[in-house]
């Protein structure tokens, strides 16, 4: 029971840390015609369209330009409204300075809403603009003095204001001038194209400001607009996501292991873990050796929080459908994982490695430090499984499975193989014994660990991930051991879409 003890003292410690997040609001509105979305996923088109049109077109004989959004070499980006003001920019060969274009998309858009907004600074007619600067905290108690020397340029250019708003002090992605924190200010106003570059540079000039974008609008707005959600917490709700993710895994995990080993499951070990969800179908005690009993035991360090435990079949009928969908043809009798040992390690092969390519899938993707050190214990963890599984399943690799006389490897070959058929994306499976050219150093048959032509492990993305848990190959079909899908953000999301 020893690792009971652990695993519920990482359930409950991954669960604070998921917790605080739920709340997080996931998106807002710059209220310039343009929807935010803050997933990193949906930024791309806004933050090009704010990043370039406030790059300056000529630097040639100016004042060196410390205010605006340039960052010195050291220094990171951000989302919005962080990455707007912050986006590093490079100098060109003509001596401009231009933002880093990502792709020739990004240059022409520059170049195209550049050219729109400098078209306008030579003319007398009123244009439409918002700007988004930021204020040193070590001004606070001046915020609104630099409002007010805002304003009073605007009232001296006969200009309108049509909305001000103050986000307050807020966290910066980074240091700025040894500021942590910065006041950000929204405006909206109405000005004669002609003057908006001495705008620009009255901002440049005052040593308060340590970063400023201005931005053409296309009408008045007039409505509030509340503050995005600052970079640290944004970051940490794209964490979220991805940490709740595997949940689903966990909750499978455990409670065929646990079951399985000791006839009980999660209801009795730590009911407060599964926040009311409803119990396993089906899923019984199995029929082990004791040496098998021990190392499921020993293995079982899994991680659960964040929601109520999803409906599951571990029925022997659900695993039996696998099977059969894996020799394409149904076995006779049906395959039962819970009949003897050698059945419930090879049942026990088709979940953890699932669970393992999805964690190496998700850490390159997480932003925060906790993040990153949880999903690489958990990665750890769920590696310690499938290998302990693998190395015992290849001692065993010739011996028939009996009542169907096929050996433990085709087992392995053909669960792999429906793996990489539902997954939809290539080889990320490999069975215990694989053709010599796959195998390590192309010089063994023999496969105890799954790794890519260079011994690393295969990542798998959540959608693949649900193609393969649900038996569907959709990842907005459930079926298999979610017979109502998942649960979690991610997995919600598609099955909304279907």
Not at 46 to 51: E, F, Q
Not at 78 to 104: I, N, S, T
Not at 130 to 159: C, D, M, P, T, W
Request: proline share 6%; hydrophobic share 35%.
């Amino acid at each position: 029971m020893e690792s009971l003890i652990h695993g519920s003292s990482s359930i409950f410690l991954t669960k604070q840390i998921i917790s605080g997040g739920n709340s997080v609001n996931r998106s807002s509105s710059f209220k310039n015609g343009h929807g935010w979305s803050f997933s990193p996923q949906k930024l791309s088109f806004g933050l090009r369209k704010a990043v370039i049109v406030g790059a300056k077109k000529d630097n040639k004989n100016k004042k060196e330009d410390t205010h605006s959004f340039i960052p010195k070499p050291d220094e990171a980006t951000g989302y919005f409204p962080e990455a707007v003001l912050l986006k590093e920019k490079k100098v060109q060969e003509d001596g401009r300075v231009l933002p880093d274009f990502a792709d020739a998309e990004e240059e022409e858009l520059f170049e195209l809403l550049n050219l729109q907004l400098q078209s306008e600074s030579d003319v007398t007619q009123k244009r439409h603009y918002e700007v988004v600067y930021i204020i040193h905290e070590k001004h606070e108690e001046e915020v609104g003095s630099v409002n007010e020397k805002v304003q009073e340029f605007l009232r001296e250019k006969k200009a309108k204001i049509w909305r001000l708003n103050d986000w307050g002090l807020r966290r910066l992605a980074y240091k700025i001038k040894k500021a942590k924190n910065g006041h950000y200010i929204l405006m909206n106003f109405e000005l004669e194209g002609q003057w908006i570059n001495d705008f620009k540079t009255m901002l440049d000039k005052d040593e308060r400001v340590i970063r400023h974008l201005v931005m053409k609008a296309d009408e008045a707005i007039t409505e509030d607009c509340p503050p995005p959600p600052e970079f640290h917490t944004l970051r940490a709700d794209c964490d979220v996501d991805l940490l709740e993710f595997p949940l689903n895994l966990e909750y499978l995990e455990a409670e065929f292991f646990l079951f399985g080993s000791l006839g009980f499951g999660l209801d009795k070990v730590a009911p407060n873990l599964t926040s009311g969800g409803p119990p396993p179908i089906g899923v019984r005690k199995a029929n082990l050796d004791p040496f098998t009993r021990d190392t499921r035991s020993r293995t079982l360090e899994n991680t659960v929080k964040g929601f109520p435990r999803p409906l599951l079949d571990l029925s022997a009928k659900s695993f039996a459908k696998v099977v059969d969908k894996a020799f394409g043809r149904p076995l006779s009798p049906p395959f039962d994982p819970y009949c003897n040992s050698i059945n419930y390690l090879l049942a026990s092969y088709l979940i953890p490695y699932v669970g393992l390519t999805g964690y190496v899938g998700a850490n390159p993707k997480l932003q925060g430090s906790v993040s990153k050190r949880l999903v690489a214990g958990l990665l750890g963890v769920e590696s310690g499984q499938d290998a302990v599984i693998r190395a015992y399943l290849y001692r065993r690799r010739l011996e028939p499975v009996q009542p169907y006389g096929i050996s433990v490897a085709e087992f392995t070959e053909r669960f792999s193989d429906l793996r990489n058929k539902l997954g939809r994306k290539g080889l990320k499976d490999e069975g215990l014994i694989v053709p010599l050219v796959r195998g390590a150093e192309g010089k063994t048959k023999g496969n105890v660990l799954a790794g890519d032509q260079f011994s690393l492990s295969y990542d798998r993305t959540p959608e693949e991930i649900l193609r393969i848990v649900y038996g569907t190959g959709n990842e907005g079909l459930p079926g298999g051991f979610f017979p109502k899908g998942g649960d979690g953000r991610i997995a919600k999301s598609h099955l909304h879409k279907a």
